[in-house]
């Protein structure tokens, strides 16, 4: 046991001192690029969500209440409301909980707190079950007592059409770039097998092992696909940083303190495995391909 964790410590000082070397650290580079690509895509994506998160993509309609209606009037309509089959939710918003939700919006505390009066309506907010929300809305405006309606989800089913679209393009990019990342690694494993053939040969005439020899290369494709990994962290979060010095005055002039914000431990996390996996990848394919045609003479 000892032997076997001298064997591989041994292995790993070699592969450390070959990517240090200039061809190691360019490709730990290239790599970084290549993974933060999908890395930053992700993490704007992932800050996205939580906006994203806060529109209900549920067919929805609004229904307003002329300013003069009463109480009994509005709970007349939702019986009716709740009687209708192509309805499945109904949902009473009292004009004094809108302008209370209203007041605590970031910005208009004060304009609210200015209003003589609660200029709001009484509404109810239903959830469709039917295809068609232009017939159901037009049916609906009709009932009495309501003054105004809108069927305000279409543009939340286009921003969740563009999420999707988005996660497919970033997963396919991911792919391509990933398949890149083999590709730099099995180049760079190449080169360093073909200026070692010598060194190769002679340990194979004094009886080391495939494993033995194999070792280095497979470490060297790990900490290569490692490096790139916290490289393409680092860049990610550089760029974001200098986004969010536009984008938080952008929100601010909205009253907003949002923020792109990094990726989690665990995507982090997962982003170097993924990297180490990667480069274990390329080397083994590499060292697959090319060692087989070195034997000694």
């Given at each position: 046991?000892?032997?076997?964790?001298?064997?591989?410590?041994?292995?790993?000082?070699?592969?450390l001192a070959r990517l240090a070397r200039p061809p190691g650290l360019l490709s730990a580079a290239v790599i970084g690029i290549a993974v933060s690509?999908?890395?930053?895509?992700?993490?704007?994506?992932?800050?996205?969500?939580?906006?994203?998160?806060?529109?209900?993509?549920?067919?929805?309609?609004?229904?307003?209440?002329?300013?003069?209606?009463?109480?009994?009037?509005?709970?007349?309509?939702?019986?009716?409301?709740?009687?209708?089959?192509?309805?499945?939710?109904?949902?009473?918003?009292?004009?004094?909980?809108?302008?209370k939700e209203l007041s605590e919006v970031q910005g208009l505390a004060e304009v609210v707190a200015s209003l003589g009066r609660n200029p709001l309506?009484?509404?109810?907010?239903?959830?469709?079950?039917?295809?068609?929300?232009?017939?159901?809305?037009?049916?609906?405006?009709?009932?009495?007592?309501?003054?105004?309606?809108?069927?305000?989800?279409?543009?939340?089913?286009?921003?969740?059409?563009?999420?999707?679209?988005?996660?497919?393009?970033?997963?396919?990019?991911?792919?391509?770039?990933?398949?890149?990342?083999?590709?730099?690694?099995?180049?760079?494993?190449?080169?360093?097998?073909?200026?070692?053939?010598?060194?190769?040969?002679?340990?194979?005439?004094?009886?080391?092992?495939?494993?033995?020899?194999?070792?280095?290369?497979?470490?060297?494709?790990?900490?290569?696909?490692?490096?790139?990994?916290?490289?393409?962290?680092?860049?990610?979060?550089?760029?974001?940083?200098?986004?969010?010095?536009?984008?938080?005055?952008?929100?601010?002039?909205?009253?907003?303190?949002?923020?792109?914000?990094?990726?989690?431990?665990?995507?982090?996390?997962a982003t170097l495995a993924a990297a180490g996996v990667l480069g274990w990848l390329g080397a083994h394919l590499s060292v697959s391909r090319h060692?087989?045609?070195?034997?000694?003479?």
């Open positions: 046991m000892n032997a076997w964790l001298r064997q591989h410590a041994a292995a790993l000082r070699t592969a690509l999908p890395a930053g895509g992700y993490a704007l994506l992932d800050s996205l969500r939580g906006v994203a998160a806060r529109v209900t993509l549920e067919p929805q309609i609004s229904l307003f209440l002329a300013p003069q209606a009463s109480r009994a009037q509005a709970d007349a309509l939702g019986k009716v409301l709740r009687a209708d089959r192509r309805l499945s939710g109904v949902h009473f918003v009292p004009r004094e909980t809108a302008l309506p009484d509404a109810f907010v239903v959830t469709a079950q039917a295809d068609s929300l232009d017939s159901l809305a037009a049916d609906l405006a009709r009932l009495p007592g309501v003054a105004h309606v809108q069927a305000d989800t279409v543009w939340a089913r286009r921003l969740a059409a563009l999420a999707r679209i988005g996660r497919l393009g970033l997963g396919l990019l991911a792919a391509l770039l990933g398949a890149g990342l083999v590709a730099v690694t099995f180049n760079t494993i190449r080169l360093q097998i073909l200026t070692q053939r010598e060194e190769i040969e002679v340990s194979k005439l004094i009886g080391a092992t495939d494993a033995f020899i194999r070792r280095p290369f497979y470490y060297l494709g790990l900490l290569q696909g490692l490096a790139g990994g916290a490289i393409a962290l680092a860049i990610v979060a550089a760029l974001l940083a200098l986004l969010n010095r536009e984008v938080g005055a952008l929100a601010a002039s909205y009253g907003s303190g949002f923020r792109l914000s990094f990726l989690s431990a665990a995507d982090a996390g060692l087989r045609a070195i034997e000694p003479r």
